[in-house]
């Protein structure tokens, strides 16, 4: 009978090539039938694919051993090696050839397969197609554990960056199967998404938080960004970085107002409230239709200085509502039709 450690020949197709039989417990299981299985570490690689048959023999003298088929060419290594028992190993081998069972036998003996090869098996025994996640095909335990472990770590902090979850789960993917970093990044990354998705995690920015957390600006942040917005409503806001500080409005606040477009910069520190320059802007288009319009002129209108006029009409000429001219600003080409209304 065989053994472990014993020296085999394997024949498989044309090919024949020396090694040794491994049938430790993670290699080893008996079959009702009194089959067995056993890992064959070989000198060199053969072609082989699930299902070959092969037969064992003695290197000398000839002897036959054995005779079967192989359950698996690429045998679970690294940490995928540990779900390697006799029942795992029994499900594999009692499947009916050519069937999901199998697959899926397959799939939970490794704990992660490579779509490419789960999917190859599928398309050669007829089987359904595996569903994939970024690329690997995980055993629902494995899948199970990690969507249980993401909102865990995100919990233990309050709260994670991206990053930082990414990191945790790759940690605990590869704690417990053989996936390369840049794999179980990519699965960490779809479990995160599929986790958001569902509402079991929430995204706010690059942060990660726990299930039913609130999103978006503090009550005390809104009150900062409505103090700013209503400073930078005047013929001459203060600077923006001046304004920010009096407001008590940090930078995420001034991004969100811009975002939102309650605040425009026209200058990298000049900034009006939005519906304050839009009367500006069409005070500017209604004078330059009538006339070429002067800095002088537009400041005089506005009761401001010639720095902010120059300002606004430069802002105008950028986005083609004006364009200057020797004679002064004239509306540009993307300027709105003003219509006069005329009365008699």
Known sequence: ???????????????????????GRRASAAGGDGSITAIARLARPIAAAIGDPFVLRRPSPGETLAGGRILDPLPPRGASRRR??????GRLAGASWGSGDQLDALVGLHGA????????????TGGRR?????????????????????????????SASIAELRAGLVAESRRRVTLDRSAAAAVADAIVERLVASGRLVR?????LPEGSRTGPSAALLAAMDRLAA???????????????????PPEGIRALEAAGRIVRVEDDLAWEAASLQRYEDQALRMATAAPLSPAAFRDATGTSRRYALAILEHMDRRAL????????????????????QTG
């Open 322 to 341: 004006l364009r200057r001219t020797p004679a002064g600003h004239v509306p540009g080409p993307r300027a709105p039709v003003v219509v006069r209304s």
């Open 84 to 89: 390697v028992d006799a029942a795992t190993l």
């Open 1 to 23: 009978d065989p053994r472990h450690g014993q020296c085999i020949r394997i024949h498989a197709g044309t090919d024949q090539v020396d090694g040794t039989l491994d049938m």
């Open 231 to 249: 400073s930078l409503a005047a013929p001459a806001p203060p600077s923006l970085r001046e304004a920010a500080t009096a407001a008590g409005c």
């Open 204 to 208: 706010d920015g690059d942060r990660i």
């Open 130 to 158: 595996p569903v994939a996640t970024a690329g690997v095909v995980l055993a629902l335990d494995v899948v199970g554990a990690l969507e249980a472990a993401a909102p865990a770590l995100v919990a233990a902090a309050g």
């Open 113 to 124: 397969l490579p779509a490419v090869r789960a999917a190859a098996l599928a398309l050669g």
